[in-house]
């Protein structure tokens, strides 16, 4: 595998969007790769990214039997971390996150409206499910909890956040949950690429075009680190060229071709 990030922090006053992509500690055969999305505050992606990594070790080394529910707990287990010792916990952040074991087995997890891919060689998947507050599963349990969805511009939480997961928000807590939906698979001949990005990507950039990116980038050849980083950051500028005034991340990891 290959891998390359590109961020950009377009019109927002502030950068709030971070990323991982490295070995999981004391677990070389696994990688982690992640988009954080951050609001309110940067706090909420910053602990996240410095402690997950760390946290889903932990999970592995004590049962790693099922990986895919050792991701869930660490989600869990981070944000309950970040809550009950920052003072930023009203700070929050959307997670995707990818978890590759020996290139071939793969975990990702979502929670919030950040989204992963999969590109293959003659179509795309939308591997996760954005969780907005008007998507009837997550309407239900938003109401079920207590909370409300209230139309400010668009649908929100309590009127506040337009997304139902995440890390932090201790305000919302319990109608907010950093519980992720995992989506496990094991990696086929067609897989090309597994594409991580912010929100602020897909504002303007459809999943159908990113596809359309990675083919084109992967026929036109070079080094695979060279062309994973070419496509992210072609996403980002993309994405900022043809409106979004959000901050825009991006992590491309490409597979090596099928012999």
């Known amino acids: 595998m290959a891998f ?15 990323t991982v992509a490295q070995p999981v500690p004391q677990h070389a055969n696994f990688m982690i790769f992640a988009v954080f999305d951050g ?16 946290v889903l070790s932990e999970e592995l080394t004590a049962d790693g039997s099922d990986p895919g529910q050792c991701l869930l707990r660490a989600f869990e287990k981070t944000d309950e971390k970040f809550i009950s010792g920052s003072e930023g916990a009203q700070d929050g952040c959307t997670a995707t996150a990818c978890l590759i074991r020996n290139g071939e087995e793969i975990w990702v997890a979502n929670a919030g409206d950040s989204r992963t891919i999969l590109v293959k060689t003659e179509s795309v998947i939308q591997v996760t499910t954005d969780h907005k507050p008007n998507e009837p599963t997550e309407k239900a349990r938003i109401l079920a909890a207590g909370g409300s969805i209230i139309f400010y511009g668009v649908w929100r939480v309590n009127g506040m956040l337009a997304t139902s997961r995440g890390f932090g928000d201790a305000s919302l807590k319990p109608i907010v949950i950093a519980t992720p939906e995992i989506f496990p698979r094991r990696k086929e001949a067609d897989d090309m690429a597994i594409i991580l990005c912010s929100d602020g990507v897909f504002d303007t950039v459809e999943n159908d075009q990113i596809g359309t990116v990675v083919r084109a980038k992967r026929e036109a050849g070079g080094a695979l680190d060279d062309v994973s980083l070419a496509i992210a950051s072609e996403l980002t500028s993309s994405a900022i060229a043809e409106g979004s005034y959000d901050n825009v991340a991006a992590v491309v990891v490409l597979f090596p071709r099928s012999q």
């Open 4 to 18: 390359g990030v590109s961020m950009r922090q377009g019109s927002r006053p502030y950068m709030e969007d971070v």
């Open 39 to 54: 609001h309110g505050g940067k706090k909420a992606a910053d602990y996240a990214k410095e402690h997950l990594p760390q």
